[in-house]
């Protein structure tokens, strides 16, 4: 069943951002003021989070199944966005209970669906009670039991380090049912309305960034459970969590993203203001740079997680490869720039208040955390390391170069509910990567200007630079435990990068002379500027700040002043 129509996700994201305010107002709860004193007093943004919940997100968190509006990933990781630009606390508690939402609206019944929706109307949170002090990312290796019994399950054991653990009104949990990694079970509990030690919160985790969140643990201690309270089949929890966290990485970029996007908003308001030598520093070429870096390295995470968003529903067997690709490279992104940005601010990056209320030093240290949700850098360069080796001698498939396109058009596709879909554990061919030589065509048949001759160069660089790792992928791959091993992390680090140029390229092509694209983004300037970041990593030597920088700049000031987003799919 293709979903019916809705809202675009820019549209629900605005109305969202003009509901919660000004956030430089120092009396909203929604501000940067309010979200500093309480990550400084470690104190859960309650207010905040009943806001959104006010404003209707519980809505767009529930299935049409259920009565409401969630229809496409895409929805999720704009409003997450928006939410994060305020404060990541709030963000990713929320995000905690669409994780522990996701597997029972994938494979849970119907009493599931309707138990969990009735949780989140009520504005409860939820938790997903996956990982294990002794045992981080190894799933399978999870001491949390669930025993048969004549009268139904028992649950015993600790899950550690678990958000929302110690308010959580219940809780998706994984438990061994047998022996072998076939003998994972995932139930739908809720929390006993009594205190009987069957289900004990351990003391919240004390962290350095997001400092207000409700970490901690879960004790089991005999807790029943039923047949019905099993999400699927006994046995089967390796398989709904493998399909659930392919969805999950994709949201996480949006926490990052929205992150910097109040960090670069902070950090041009201090470069406009700021004067030296008689002018403001965002005149001087080394702060110029920094800023259009920074935005380059938005525009890229945003090509590349809009791409990973839409693959889910439209395109999921390339969902194995973009999934991990952008779960690894945009949180990294996020946290490079807003080192490179707090250069820039220079002390006032380290205070906790004066410029902004000090939102800047509490963005910066709560992003750093997003890059180890739904697995840290090692785990997706694994995941992009095993898939290399296929991928590296498949590199046709122009037939699906229209239907890759419309992923990335402005207006988002016809989207499938995700229980129709056949999730896979590989992707054969990366069909996101052919945007790069899709992007060169175009530009060697119209070319003729400078900025398309800078533009075909690079993109030819980018060619050669795929060809050159799949060259040292063939070299390598025959080498015993060559997936895990450091050299192949860095060839998989590598192919991010070459992934996210294909997604950028192929939101050019989607995009250029669209009408809702505004003028930055109809010509080849913002595309030539995201390329040079990428090639730039990857070693390319650097260009001198040029048009398509300052370009950039004048944009950023523009949207600015016209107090939105830096993020082009959410301003429109």
Known sequence: MVASARPAAAAVSASLERALGDPLDKDNIAGFRHSVEADRAERFPRELCDAVFEWGLAEYLLPEQEGGEFRAIEDCFELARV??????????????????????WLRGSARQRRAAAARIREHGFLAFALSEREHGADITAGEVTARETPDGWLVDGTKWLINNAGHAHGATVAARTGDGIRALTLFSLSRPSADDGRWTPLPKIRTHGLRGSAFGGITFTGLPAADADIIGRPGQGLAILMETLQ??????????????????HAVLAFARERTLYGR???????????????????LIGEALGLGACRAVQAAPDQLPLTSACAKYLVPQLAAESMDSLAVVLGARSYLAEEHWHGIFEKMRRDCAVTGLFDGSAPVNLNIIAEQLPGLASARDGADRDAELLEIFTPEPPPAAWLT????????????????????????????????????????RWCEAETARLDAEVAEERGRPGWPRSGAAYDLAARYSLLHAAGACAWKWLAWRGHPSAGEFL???????????????????????????????????????????FFADITRR
């Open 83 to 104: 939410l994060s630009r305020r404060d990541l606390t709030a963000a990713v508690a929320i995000g905690a209970t669409v994780l522990a939402s996701l597997p029972v």
């Open 280 to 298: 403001p520093i965002l005149a001087l070429d080394a702060v110029a740079v920094r800023l259009a870096d920074a935005y380059a390295d938005l």
């Open 247 to 264: 969805i999950t990485r994709v949201l996480v970029g949006g926490f990052a993203l929205g992150a910097l996007d109040t960090c670069l």
């Open 420 to 459: 129709e879909i056949e999730f896979e554990l590989a992707t054969d061919a990366d069909g996101i990567l052919r945007g790069v030589s899709a992007a060169r065509r175009v530009v060697g048949a119209e070319g003729g200007t400078e900025c398309d001759e800078a533009l075909g160069e690079l993109l």
């Open 522 to 564: 109809t010509g080849g300037t913002w595309l030539r500027l995201c390329l040079v970041r990428i090639t730039e990593r990857l070693g390319r030597p650097r260009d001198d700040l040029d048009a398509s920088h300052h370009a950039a700049l004048r944009h950023l000031e523009q949207v600015h002043d016209e107090h939105q």
